[in-house]
């Protein structure tokens, strides 16, 4: 991955809530879904909040391993795995990386705001989108049972004045 100085996590780059907030409703969301947090899988979001942005399996893993959470890549990809079937991270497929979801609490469809410039992943909540997307597939006679929005542009800090 590229430099994530500029990775932001929420349109005004000030961090959506506090971690220890999006933490706590990822624990309530978790365990609403008769999940839990286990030690890796929390440390893993919080390994996504801390970077503020989108991070591929190995960089998770990395910061795992220096931990002493272990070294083989299935100890990150299942954490990551959990994090995102459960709604507490997302995955960036146009950078194959990770983020964390800034509002784990709430069942929602998002669309991201991709970087071009330094790869900061912005997490954009999209109703109205969402809502013409799934219109878009009734009218055409399909089911949408997953969809991810990715939008490819430049953020603030990468935008000359």
Same mark, same amino acid.
């Given at each position: 991955?590229?430099?994530?100085?500029?990775?932001?996590?929420?349109?005004?780059?000030?961090?959506?809530?506090?971690?220890?907030?999006?933490?706590?409703?990822?624990?309530?969301? %978790?365990?609403?879904?008769?999940?839990?947090?286990?030690? !890796?899988?929390?440390?893993?979001?919080? @390994?996504?909040?801390?970077?503020?942005?989108? #991070?591929?399996?190995?960089?998770? *893993?990395?910061?795992? &391993?220096?931990?002493?959470?272990?070294?083989?890549?299935? !100890?990150?990809?299942?954490?990551?795995?959990?994090? !995102?079937?459960?709604? *507490?991270?997302?995955?960036?497929?146009? #950078?194959?990386?990770?983020?964390?979801?800034?509002?784990?609490?709430?069942?929602?469809?998002?669309?991201? *705001? @991709?970087?071009?410039?330094?790869?900061?992943?912005?997490?954009?909540?999209? +109703?109205? *989108?969402?809502?013409?997307?799934?219109? &878009?597939?009734?009218?055409?006679?399909?089911?949408?049972?997953?969809?991810? @929005?990715? %939008?490819?542009?430049?953020?603030? %800090?990468?935008? +000359?004045?």
């Amino acid at each position: 991955m590229t430099d994530h100085a500029h990775a932001f996590c929420c349109p005004d780059h000030s961090g959506a809530a506090p971690a220890e907030a999006i933490l706590a409703q990822a624990e309530a969301r %978790a365990r609403a879904r008769g999940a839990r947090l286990t030690p !890796v899988r929390r440390r893993t979001l919080e @390994i996504l909040l801390e970077a503020h942005g989108a #991070l591929g399996a190995y960089d998770v *893993l990395e910061k795992l &391993a220096a931990e002493g959470y272990g070294t083989q890549p299935p !100890v990150a990809y299942r954490a990551l795995n959990f994090l !995102v079937e459960h709604g *507490l991270a997302h995955r960036i497929r146009r #950078l194959n990386a990770f983020t964390a979801c800034t509002h784990p609490g709430e069942d929602h469809r998002a669309a991201f *705001l @991709i970087c071009a410039q330094c790869n900061s992943v912005t997490e954009a909540t999209a +109703p109205e *989108l969402s809502r013409a997307l799934h219109a &878009a597939a009734r009218t055409a006679g399909f089911t949408i049972e997953c969809s991810t @929005i990715e %939008a490819l542009g430049r953020c603030s %800090a990468c935008t +000359p004045a």
